[in-house]
């Protein structure tokens, strides 16, 4: 079965390199089938740091802002293509507390359930209900890609998804590695308290 992953990373060249990436290849995932989205001004600096994969991993130009980054990643594949999209700092996937296996076949059984429910996102478990957009698997419709949030962008999408299918999947039992709060670069950057209130509102 056919899947692409996808990356958004903003300012965490190394970091990418020392947890996500050092993941997926501990999963023997093809880098042809990995695409790192960047912001234009940090093309460059990705491209040096993954020197040695740049004719494996695909590094594509994409937009400012997570929100915005999401609707180029749709838009950017075809409608109906099967999308796995985590972030940057993913360093364990785990079943029952215990590191997944197979993170192929996880992807594979879930992308299957998804279109035997005539359901379109799955994710995993952050807090009650809604999907996270640290980790999540989806099956690409543009119009559900579409952002007007930032911050709260993954609880829009969820619920996004969830109108248009009937529901969502999550797994109760699959958890992370990962602190979207330390080190330099991502949501970190520019996500205050003031910002988030706005949203909310």
């Known amino acids: 079965m056919c899947y692409k992953i996808v990356i958004p990373s903003y300012k ?47 590094i594509i130009k994409g937009a400012k802002g997570i929100g915005n980054q999401r609707e180029a990643i749709s838009n950017y594949f075809e409608e109906n293509e099967n999308i796995l999209t985590m972030d940057d700092d993913i360093e364990e996937i785990y079943d029952n507390g215990k590191p997944l296996v197979n993170l192929h076949y996880f992807i594979v059984d879930t992308i299957n359930f998804l279109n035997a429910n005539h359901l379109t996102l799955a994710g995993v478990y952050p807090v009650n209900r809604f999907l996270i957009g640290q980790f999540k698997i989806f099956i690409n419709k543009k119009h559900l890609e579409k952002r007007k949030y930032e911050l709260l962008e993954d609880y829009e999408n969820t619920m996004k998804h969830a109108i248009f299918s009937g529901g969502v999947m999550r797994y109760n039992y ?20 003031e910002r988030k209130i706005d949203e909310v509102k």
């Open 174 to 193: 699959i958890t992370l590695k990962a602190n979207y709060n330390s080190g330099k670069g991502g949501l970190k950057e520019y996500r205050t308290l």
């Open 12 to 58: 965490r060249e190394k970091i990418i390199k020392e947890k996500t990436l050092r993941l997926l290849d501990k999963h023997y995932i093809d880098k042809k089938n990995i695409y790192i989205f960047v912001e234009e001004d940090e093309l460059e600096i990705y491209k040096k740091e993954l020197l040695s994969d740049i004719n494996q991993y695909n």
